[in-house]
């Protein structure tokens, strides 16, 4: 398994321009995650869906919109970027509720924005 | 709402050194909680997981505990090396419906040959 994995690495972005954030997970997980590290910071959540069709906001969601079309796949969209989304972006993804399983993470894309 | 708070932020210590992370949340309804190692520039990668019901976990010279009641975690490393110079992030799952993980700022951790 290839686990999770980003693309791309690393961007940087001009004010107002937009991007999606690519994320794919090959373990047949249910839930998927997207978060953001800040400089010295923990991660915050913005974003998870619960399987397929199925989405909803985190804690810091705005100026982002996510889809869930397939298991597989879970792509991050930034719509008019600002220097605020400046960050790393880590996507994660778990088999299900109540697994008692870790979390596994992407290795990450790194965004600037100018 | 639950919060994480890791102590101290950074420490620097000698090689061979057995040395002692902690964790501490505020919310104990927890699910389990996880510790991540984060080198610069990368990802993060799980350590070790605690469910809720159990005490200690341990993987090789890591030893993580967990005091539900008390809201603190520990993460002991024995006999420290320069390879484990990292940041290490505790990270909570919170006993809701999407179980989301609330992450600490992480402890910088130097180990000098």
């Known amino acids: 398994n290839a686990g999770v994995t980003q693309t791309p690495k690393f961007r940087i972005l001009k004010i107002g321009q937009s991007m999606t954030l690519q994320c794919t997970q090959d373990?047949?997980?249910?839930?998927m995650y997207w978060y953001r590290q800040d400089p010295g910071m923990g991660l915050k959540l913005i974003y998870y869906s619960v399987g397929a069709g199925i989405t909803d906001k985190g804690e810091v969601p705005n100026g982002y919109n996510v889809s869930r079309s397939t298991t597989e796949d879970f792509p991050l969209r930034l719509e008019l970027a600002a220097p605020s989304q400046t960050s790393v972006y880590f996507c994660?993804?778990?088999?299900?509720?109540?697994?008692?399983?870790?979390?596994?993470f992407g290795p990450g894309t790194r965004l600037t924005v100018t | 709402k639950q919060e994480v708070t890791q102590i101290p932020a950074a420490l620097s210590v000698p090689e061979g050194e057995n040395l002692v992370l902690n964790c501490s949340f505020t919310d104990s309804a927890i699910y389990n909680l996880q510790w991540f190692r984060q080198d610069p520039g990368k990802g993060l990668t799980s350590l070790l997981l605690?469910?809720?019901?159990?005490r200690e976990q341990t993987s090789g010279r890591l030893n993580a505990s967990l005091d539900k009641s008390s809201g603190r975690s520990t993460l002991y490393i024995a006999a420290s090396q320069p390879g484990d110079s990292a940041t290490y992030l505790c990270?909570?799952?919170?006993?809701?419906?999407?179980?989301?993980?609330?992450f600490g700022t992480g402890t910088r951790l130097l180990v000098s040959p």
């Open positions: 990270a909570v799952r919170l006993n809701t419906g999407f179980q989301k993980l609330v």
């Open positions: 605690i469910q809720s019901s159990q």
């Open positions: 373990m047949n997980h249910n839930y």
């Open positions: 994660a993804s778990i088999i299900g509720p109540d697994s008692g399983h870790e979390q596994y």
